[in-house]
Every structure is written in structure tokens, then in C-alpha cells.
């Protein structure tokens, strides 16, 4: 566990999004631990990994000797872990890895060009924004929707299938949903304040059920204004994952800054007792 000094002391100097310790450990499930400036968190025998250290420069020497602490005081079956760049020892046993980009929009160099906001305008005339802590029905009706037409990768599905947990209980934590005239739910974006100097965008549906031009734009705009007021000197928008998405973010501002290095990992494999009992 962590102290709320610790929790303190993580969001103070977090700067991706995984630092956030409510975020974490509300869609994992996961109990949270600092282990020498690194943020972890374990569920069972599930650990995942934060292996980007809170002070001092990112070290891949560094990083293997802490890698190895963190395994043996745990002794996970299953290890997510994330970092600037994978260790060499367990790199080529990843069974599933992932390398991208985080994408961050700048709040000073952040200016509204005509073309958005012509967009954004033109939005405001068919949708009202609400800013809320809880999500109903339509949310998960939106979600089905999304999950049905663009079939997203299993992490991304089990994101949004735990987006009203995490969005219930922490406190930082808002949804921004954008209404139709007829208060149909046309897009909703989860956002993330918890860390002090930026906002996460943590994930977001817009629907074609009840399709409205520029409503993801205008939720995008809502999350800048929303960072400005409570002072974040940037947004981290997320990964890059597809090129539309990444033209997307790139149009508002965004830009690759810090890379993102993901490795899913079975360290220990179950028994013939254990894999018996799990498919009962």
C-alpha cells in the first residue's frame, strides 16, 4: 500500500498518465506500491509496472536492477509492464508488446485556429456540453455502440467496460458528455485531473446512432478549457495507435514526446491443478 504522502508525492512529479494512482488502480483492481521512485500495482498475482522513475532520468541499468527487486519481492505470474524502453532480459519473451508514443498538447503554445473554430461553432449549434462525475445508461449504450462498429483491441474494450467504476469513486475524475437537441448522447470523453501539472484523456465514444459533426472537436475543445481553468501546463491526449487518430491529435496541437514501450508477460506458468480448477 501507499501513504496519502505517497500518493502526494507521485502526483506531484507524475508525468504520464499511468502515475495517476486512482486512474490505476480503480480500472485494475490492483493494490498500489512505490518501490524506489517507481509505481506499482498488483492484483493477485497480476503486477503491473510503471517503469518511468519519478525522479532522475529514465536508465536502462537503472531500470533492470529495480525490475529485478520489484519481481522477487512480488513474484507475479503475470507482469504488464510499461517504460521509456524494455529491458533486454525479458524483451524477447514479451507475448505481447506494443511501441508508441505518448501525444501531449502544450496549454502556452495551445492557440485556436480559425478552421476548429469554425468547427466548434458549428458544433454549439446542435449540442450543449455537460460536465459530470457519473455515467448512466447512455454512456453504456454509447460504449456497445462503439465497441460493436469499431471492434478495439480487448484492452481498450475492458477500459470502457470499466469506466463507471473509476469515474464513480475517484475524485478527480470528470466525464464530458456532448447532448443532442433531443438528448441523445452524441459523444462523452473521461478525463483525469488528478496529476498537478497535467489532464489525461482517458478514453471516449462518439456515436453514429446519433451522429453530429464535429462533436468529438467540441469535447476536445471543452477538455482544453477545462485544463486551463484548473491550471495543467499540458494534456496528455494518449497514445498515438492509427494514423486517424493520430491526425486528429496532431490537428488540435498534439505531438509525440515521451515513448511508450508495453510488454505482457507470464513469468510463471499455472500448474496442471491450477489450469484444472480454472476451467471449472
Known amino acids: 500500500m501507499i501513504s496519502d504522502d505517497d500518493q502526494k508525492y507521485i502526483l506531484?512529479?507524475?508525468?504520464?498518465?499511468?502515475?495517476?494512482?486512482?486512474?490505476i488502480t480503480r480500472v485494475s483492481g490492483g493494490e498500489p506500491f512505490l518501490i524506489n521512485d517507481f509505481f506499482c500495482c498488483r492484483r493477485d498475482d497480476w503486477l503491473i509496472?510503471?517503469?518511468y522513475p519519478l525522479e532522475g532520468e529514465f536508465s536502462p541499468d537503472r531500470f533492470e536492477n529495480i525490475f529485478a527487486r520489484i519481481k522477487n519481492q512480488f513474484h507475479p505470474k503475470h507482469l504488464s509492464l510499461m517504460a521509456p524502453e524494455l529491458p533486454p532480459s525479458i524483451s524477447p519473451d514479451c507475448q505481447e508488446k506494443q511501441s508508441d508514443y505518448f501525444y501531449t498538447l502544450d496549454m502556452k503554445k495551445f492557440t485556436l485556429k480559425a478552421v476548429l473554430k469554425r468547427v466548434v461553432n458549428k458544433a454549439l449549434k446542435a449540442l450543449s456540453v455537460e460536465r459530470s462525475t457519473a455515467m448512466d445508461e447512455p454512456h453504456d449504450e454509447l460504449a456497445?455502440?462503439?465497441?460493436k462498429r469499431v471492434n478495439p483491441p480487448p484492452r481498450i474494450q475492458e477500459l470502457l467496460s470499466r469506466m463507471s467504476n473509476y469515474v464513480g469513486s475517484a475524485?478527480?475524475?470528470?466525464?464530458?458528455?456532448?447532448w443532442?437537441?433531443?438528448?441523445k448522447l452524441a459523444a462523452y470523453y473521461i478525463i483525469d485531473l488528478a496529476a498537478n501539472n497535467f489532464s489525461t484523456y482517458v478514453v471516449g465514444c462518439h456515436s453514429k446512432k446519433h451522429y453530429t459533426p464535429g462533436?468529438?472537436?467540441?469535447l476536445c475543445y471543452e477538455m482544453i478549457k477545462m485544463s486551463q481553468e484548473y491550471g495543467k501546463r499540458y494534456i496528455h491526449l494518449g497514445?498515438?495507435?492509427?494514423?486517424?487518430?493520430?491526425?486528429?491529435?496532431?490537428k488540435w496541437g498534439g505531438r509525440p514526446t515521451i515513448k511508450y514501450e508495453l510488454?505482457?508477460?507470464v513469468l510463471k506458468k499455472p500448474s496442471l491443478l491450477e489450469t484444472i480448477f480454472a476451467l471449472r
Open 239 to 250: 497514445l498515438g495507435v492509427n494514423e486517424g487518430i493520430i491526425r486528429f491529435k496532431r
Open 171 to 178: 475524485a478527480q475524475s470528470v466525464v464530458l458528455n456532448a
Open 12 to 23: 506531484t512529479r507524475a508525468y504520464v498518465p499511468e502515475h495517476s494512482v486512482d486512474l
Open 263 to 265: 510488454c505482457e508477460l
Open 144 to 147: 456497445r455502440e462503439f465497441i
Open 215 to 218: 462533436a468529438s472537436d467540441l
Open 180 to 183: 443532442d437537441n433531443a438528448h
Open 49 to 51: 509496472v510503471v517503469g
